[in-house]
């Protein structure tokens, strides 16, 4: 953060540094740098981890998410095999498959921790015959097929060291004509955004939570990054901005 004031913007610096919890010192040079990327660990399988976003409630963004994959997709628009990138807890997967009855889902994450929660998820609300949830590392790992009927992914890409890990998966899996329906956090423009941010959405959750919500804020990429990316890969999706946090990247193999 530059100032004017030399000495007093140091200090307020490192003032502004000290308010967030548990800020790992990667982050913290990152911020001193501006919002440059900061990327985080890949995998969630911490035990405590994975139980916290089990339990947290995500209805907001992953309701959101269901809404706009509708809107890009159409009510009938999801059938056949679905690919779900990065499934986590399989939150998402499940609301999924609610809305979309005539789809059968691969949720493909490479965290047990996280599969775990998961599997219990999926048992509960009598899905085992639509949902089958793999852990796999790309790109290392394959999931289940090698084509699917359609690829979604949420809140995987800021986790990933390499972009193209995520965007050649889809472009391998994806069968022509498929719908591709992508969502992630975007990177604020400043540090009092991503400060802002994390109070708004995060304030009141447990401090694993608040933690990791603004490190994934200062890992998130901006939409002319993700648009690079895509390019880089000759994919040729929309990415566009959703709310005051989301991008989306959608569009058909």
């Not at 913007?9 to 919890?21: A, K, S, T």
């Not at 309701?63 to 056949?80: M, N, Q, S, T």
């Not at 956090?185 to 009092?192: E, F, G, N, Q």
Request: hydrophobic share 40%; aromatic share 6%; glycine share 10%.
């Amino acid at each position: 953060m530059e100032s004017a004031n030399g000495d007093d913007g140091l200090r307020e610096e490192r003032r502004e540094l000290n308010e967030f919890p548990r800020v790992t010192r990667r982050t913290r040079q990152g911020i001193r740098e501006g919002m440059n990327r900061i990327p985080e660990p890949e995998l969630m399988d911490e035990s405590a981890q994975a139980l916290a976003y089990s339990e947290a409630d995500f209805a907001e963004p992953h309701d959101r998410f269901v809404a706009l994959c509708e809107e890009h997709v159409g009510p009938d628009g999801l059938a056949g095999t679905v690919l779900d990138l990065g499934c986590g807890p399989a939150d998402v997967t499940v609301r999924l498959a609610r809305r979309f009855p005539r789809a059968v889902f691969h949720g493909v994450d490479g965290a047990e921790a996280m599969l775990a929660h998961g599997r219990t998820r999926v048992a509960r609300e009598g899905l085992g015959d639509r949902i089958r949830l793999v852990r796999a590392v790309l790109p290392g790992n394959a999931p289940p097929l090698d084509a699917y009927d359609g690829v979604v992914s949420n809140s995987l890409l800021h986790h990933l060291h390499d972009p193209a890990v995520l965007w050649d998966a889809v472009a391998r899996r994806a069968k022509a004509g498929a719908p591709i329906f992508v969502m992630d956090l975007r990177r604020p423009a400043s540090v009092d955004d991503a400060r802002r941010l994390e109070q708004t959405y995060a304030g009141g959750e447990p401090e694993v939570l608040r933690r990791d919500f603004f490190n994934s804020l200062c890992a998130a990429f901006t939409p002319d990054e993700v648009g690079a990316q895509l390019r880089k890969v000759g994919l040729a999706l929309e990415v566009i901005e959703v709310g005051d946090r989301h991008l989306v990247a959608r569009g058909r193999r």
